[in-house]
């Protein structure tokens, strides 16, 4: 089974739909055969990458609240975080670009299949919600990049090159194509979408149901005598 996200690094939303997910993969019968795969989303191609201003002034901003409404609203979602399990630190988050956390992404995949992608992916999430730091400077980047495990000279060739844009947009018209117009976004063997950060519930019922249907079970119809690990049957009489 196959599982693909979209999701981006600074929305707070898709970090809790991650580890929503990952509660009821904790609980699904068969995990190991299970991939999930991360794909590209922005939320703001636009925004700088030499961030200038917190979230919380660009949310008052886009808004049209108050300083104080706007950090209200991200009070709210850390409380949501908390039960997850998830530190957020929305207040000291800046306003920023993340093509270039996006191709890294895509380069972990390339170096190291879904498994790395998955730690680049966590990586980079927390160092922005749980440190704050800013995932736009190509320093730390690098450095969150060689910690989840990628190659070093590969990745200071991806930062100084636009290596893996046209897949970052690539995946971007897909979600379009699939209708997604927020993140996170979840498809389901290609056959099931959940838009959103959907309680764990949900998912394991999507798990479920996406399984039965690829691993439908066999209607037996008739039966006789047969051999099995203790012996075979007498014919009967």
């Known amino acids: 089974m196959r599982i693909d996200i979209w999701s981006d690094v600074v929305c707070p939303w898709c970090y809790i739909g991650k580890r929503r997910l990952e509660t009821a993969l904790a609980d699904f019968e068969h995990p190991d055969e299970v991939e999930v795969v991360w794909h590209s989303f922005q939320l703001d191609p636009g925004a700088p990458t030499e961030p200038t201003e917190s979230t919380s002034v660009m949310l008052a ?60 992916k966590e990586a980079l999430l927390e160092a922005y919600f749980t440190h704050a730091r800013n995932v736009a400077d190509h320093a730390v980047l690098r450095e969150v990049a060689v910690g989840a495990g990628l190659d070093a000279d590969r990745v200071d060739q991806v930062l100084a090159s636009t290596e893996f844009t046209d897949e970052v947009w690539a995946d971007m018209s897909q979600a379009q194509a699939y209708g997604a117009t927020g993140v996170p976004f979840f498809v389901i063997d290609q056959k099931y979408g959940v838009s959103g950060a959907q309680p764990s519930a949900v998912f394991t019922d999507v798990l479920a149901r996406a399984w039965s249907e690829s691993h439908p079970a066999i209607q037996v119809l008739a039966t006789g005598e047969e051999c099995g690990p203790d012996g075979c049957a007498l014919p009967q009489q």
């Open 61 to 120: 901003r886009k808004y049209g609240q108050s300083p104080e409404g706007a950090q209200q609203m991200q009070d709210q979602v850390e409380a949501v975080a908390a039960e997850e399990g998830l530190v957020y630190r929305l207040a000291e988050t800046m306003h920023l670009n993340t093509v270039d956390s996006h191709r890294l992404i895509h380069l972990a995949l390339e170096q190291g299949g879904s498994v790395l992608q998955g730690r680049m």
